[in-house]
């Protein structure tokens, strides 16, 4: 790894640090780091040529692509490779083999594979073919970009025209923390971070509830993947903006696993479900920044008794988010992103993870509400996009994370879990419960 300074393209910014914090949590627990992934199901092999090309060209407009991650004193920097990374892979299922097991094997690879982190790519676009099933696969790290960097990554890729694609990445800005950080004066930027400190010392009142046993040692992420239909789809939407309204679709899927949750293990120790989500700094519908990671972070908490009464749960849930907002909180973990940014990566991480009060874990699972994909599905190269797909590593407690969107007006949840710490039987069982929650067709 070189630390030669001549070589640096970009320094991490706040937001970024606060992912390679979770990366390095997520090592530490023995996994591949905080690897993620945007999948593309399509109806047939698409236009080679032109995938490849757009790539390339991706790759030369955006130089991180192919960088390294570097530290330089206490500070991290993508830095410039001696030989730098391919980023499209083809890979295609042999003549006679199974071709769901070709499938998952070749996701695992993918997803599963421990890699130092100096040497893994920040990003790889993968193409898996054979004679009934083609998947591509954007898989990133994410101090590289978040989700939304990602959304435009995929919306450049399926833009045929070369002069619209020159639109991504302007006009050009510099990182948005730090954009949101300059409206502040110096006095109140304290005072924004004293706020923010405030606001994950009420968190820590209460214990969090650990939904899974973690009597096992992790081994490996797996996910899974439930589609629902069009009604159902339709339903679930208009029972959120009935709960808790245009704006907090969000919290209603994450109270809908609150409950799932507790009706699944409700022997489960602690006081209060506490989730962790992030919300996006970039303005609506804007084609910049394409990478780096530009967003805040806010939690959801419910104690457990009204987690068990939906309707007091929904205007909890909802109440505590108005709270936030009108206190300025969405905002105060900007401050305590960019202090945490100087601390030493497993310092970060304990403050990240563990609760002042009770000196464990903070999040009960992770939650990501990517949205409704406005992606074309004649929009991909030379193939129709049938289904999407998502996927990111979680650490070890609390080994749950729960990922949604939609996509052609059907809703696809993706539950990412740690193996053995859960299984599949275990995650048939709790969808069972999410899905009836969703409809509301419980008490």
């Known amino acids: 790894m070189s630390t030669d300074k001549s070589a640096i393209l970009e320094r991490l910014n706040p937001a970024d640090s606060f992912t390679l914090a979770m990366d390095e949590e997520i090592r530490r627990d023995g996994l591949a780091g905080s690897l993620a992934c945007y999948g593309l ?4 092999i ?3 040529d032109a995938l490849q090309q757009r790539i390339d060209e991706f790759g030369r407009r955006f130089p991180v692509a192919r960088a390294s991650l570097s530290q330089i004193g206490k500070r991290f920097y993508w830095c410039k490779r001696s030989d730098p990374p391919d980023l499209f892979f083809q890979h295609h299922c ?5 071709e769901a097991e070709f499938r998952h094997a070749t996701l695992d690879r993918i997803m599963n594979e421990k890699q130092p982190r100096e040497s893994v790519a920040p990003l790889e676009f993968h193409l898996l073919t054979g004679p009934s099933e083609n998947v591509f696969l954007m898989r990133w790290l994410h101090p590289f970009c978040d989700a939304r960097g990602a959304d435009l990554i995929i919306k450049y890729l399926c833009t045929a025209d070369a002069e619209q694609r020159q639109r991504f990445g302007h006009p050009e800005t510099g990182p948005l923390v730090f954009e949101q950080l300059r409206k502040y004066r110096w006095w109140q930027k304290i005072s924004l971070l004293l706020k923010g400190k405030r606001y994950i010392d009420r968190l820590d009142r209460l214990s969090s509830i650990q939904p899974l046993r973690h009597e096992q040692p992790p081994q490996r992420l797996e996910f899974a993947v439930r589609r629902l239909s069009e009604e159902q789809t339709e339903r679930i939407v208009k029972l959120a903006r009935q709960q808790v309204g245009l704006t907090g679709t969000s919290l209603y899927y994450i109270g809908c696993l609150m409950r799932a949750l ?9 006081e209060a479900y506490c989730v962790p989500y992030a919300f996006n700094l970039r303005k609506q519908r804007a084609l910049s920044p394409v990478n780096g990671n530009h967003l805040s972070a806010l939690f959801a908490q419910a104690p457990r008794e009204v987690v ?7 205007e909890h849930l909802k109440q505590q988010n108005a709270q936030v907002i009108r206190q300025q909180e ?3 973990f900007l401050p305590l992103m960019w202090a945490g940014s100087w601390l030493s990566l497993a310092e970060y991480g304990k403050v990240l993870r563990l609760s002042y009060g009770s000196g464990r874990e903070r999040s009960s699972f992770w939650f990501s509400d990517i949205g409704r994909l406005d992606l074309p599905a004649d929009s991909f190269p030379g193939a129709e996009i049938t289904d999407v797909f998502h996927a990111c590593q979680v650490t070890s407690p609390p080994s749950l994370a729960f990922l949604n969107c939609i996509f052609r007006n059907r809703l696809t949840l993706s539950y990412n879990y740690i193996e053995p710490i859960a299984d599949a039987e275990a995650i048939d069982a709790l969808h069972r419960l999410m899905l009836a929650e969703l409809l509301g067709e419980t008490d």
Do not use: V
């Not at 199901?41 to 047939?44: C, F, P, S, T």
């Not at 068990?308 to 929904?314: G, V, Y």
């Open 41 to 44: 199901e399509l109806a047939n």
């Open 46 to 48: 698409p236009d080679i």
């Open 94 to 98: 042999p003549t006679g083999a199974d």
């Open 262 to 270: 507790e009706k699944w293990r409700p022997d489960s120790p602690g």
């Open 308 to 314: 068990k009464d939906r309707q007091k749960l929904f």
């Open 330 to 332: 969405d905002y105060a």
